[in-house]
């Protein structure tokens, strides 16, 4: 058995600023944290997290007035932030600054007076808290059906804007379709669908026609794991989206494949590794990574962080 292992695959910037950020907060502020939504879609990532003591919500009764919480890489609405400040809350921001530009983006088309065609999934997290910046203003689109349908007050001032974890094929489809129909759409300066989304698609969709088969590591309320799978299956090859080794079963497998594997951006490489050692162990297989493309994207802290940090250093 031949593994192709993609690369670049798993924790992308935003995910690494966000685990950083819970990791920096149950060091340096005072327990229990709390976190608004997952703090990444991993079950994995979750439940390690909730075993040392963090608590998830996805209501705000839930937490205790003046405590301290954190807004997952998926972002807010101003709504619950509004909500927050109500509660007293010690707030930490721990969304992804390429989520955020998005927000900026359908703040400042709504306030130029267009209807925002915002292309993604209904219920989530994301797509929520993107919403809430401009209700009034936002339709949202789920499939090239809608994209053909929607209607809007005034032809001439529409925009459109995506989910950062969409399908870079299916986004294309869909915002042809809008572009078909409204000639003067106008869109975002630079791409929604974030680098490590685009990244991962490409690589693999590359190694998928090389592969007989592919595992993408991921849990399956991550959207971006989702559309790997998705990605390799349309090339004609079996495709299981597994949460790590312990989903694997072994008559998937023939000694004689090549079997491709990446892993979701929020995925966890010790999880990559489970599956990579399931298939040595049981097929003897041999490992190439192939680079795709190279990443150097860091993001920093959350500013309410790096001030606690350099006042533990300064004491
Ligand atoms: S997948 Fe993209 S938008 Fe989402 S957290 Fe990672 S870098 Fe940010």
């Known amino acids: 058995m031949r593994i192709l292992l993609a690369f670049p695959r798993g924790f992308c ?14 060091r340096r502020l005072p327990p229990p944290i709390y976190v608004y939504h997952e703090i990444v ?4 990532v979750v439940s390690e997290f909730t075993r040392r003591g963090v608590i998830f919500v996805d209501d705000l009764n839930e937490v205790p007035r003046g405590a301290t919480l954190l807004y997952s890489a ?8 509004r909500r927050a400040e109500e509660l007293q809350l010690r707030t930490v921001d721990a969304t992804c600054p390429l989520v955020t530009k998005v ?8 306030e130029q007076g267009f209807t925002v065609l915002l292309v993604g999934h209904a219920g989530h997290d994301e797509i929520v808290g993107t919403m809430g910046e401009a209700p009034h203003a936002i339709r949202l689109i789920e499939n090239e059906e809608q994209a053909d349908t929607v209607t809007v007050p005034d032809s001439q001032k529409v925009a459109y804007s995506t989910q950062t974890t969409l399908s870079v094929d299916d986004a294309e489809r869909i915002v042809s379709r809008l572009r078909a129909r ?6 975002p300066a630079r791409d929604d669908i974030c680098y ?3 990244n991962r698609q490409e690589a693999v969709r590359v190694l998928a ?9 991921g849990s399956q309320n991550s959207s971006n794991s ?4 998705e990605i390799a299956a349309a090339s004609g090859i079996p495709a299981y989206l597994v949460d790590g080794p312990h989903e694997l079963h072994e008559d998937w497998f023939h000694p004689d494949q090549t079997v491709g594997i990446t892993a979701g951006a929020s995925a966890p490489e010790s999880l990559v590794q489970g599956c990579v050692a399931y298939l040595r162990e049981r097929f003897d297989a041999i490992v190439e990574e192939r680079v795709l493309r190279e990443e150097n994207v860091h993001f920093s802290l959350p500013i309410e962080l790096r001030d606690a940090r350099r006042a533990a250093r300064e004491s």
Not at 41 to 44: L, V
Not at 226 to 229: I, Y
């Open 13 to 26: 910037a935003g995910v690494n600023m966000a685990i950083e950020t819970l990791e920096e907060a149950l």
């Open 41 to 44: 879609h991993n079950r994995w």
């Open 74 to 81: 998926h972002g807010v609405s101003p709504e619950i932030r």
């Open 103 to 110: 927000h900026r983006e359908v703040i400042r088309f709504a």
């Open 182 to 187: 409204f000639s003067a759409l106008h869109g």
């Open 196 to 198: 490590a989304t685009q």
């Open 209 to 217: 026609a090389e592969a007989d088969l592919f595992l993408v590591v």
């Open 226 to 229: 989702r559309r790997l799978a």
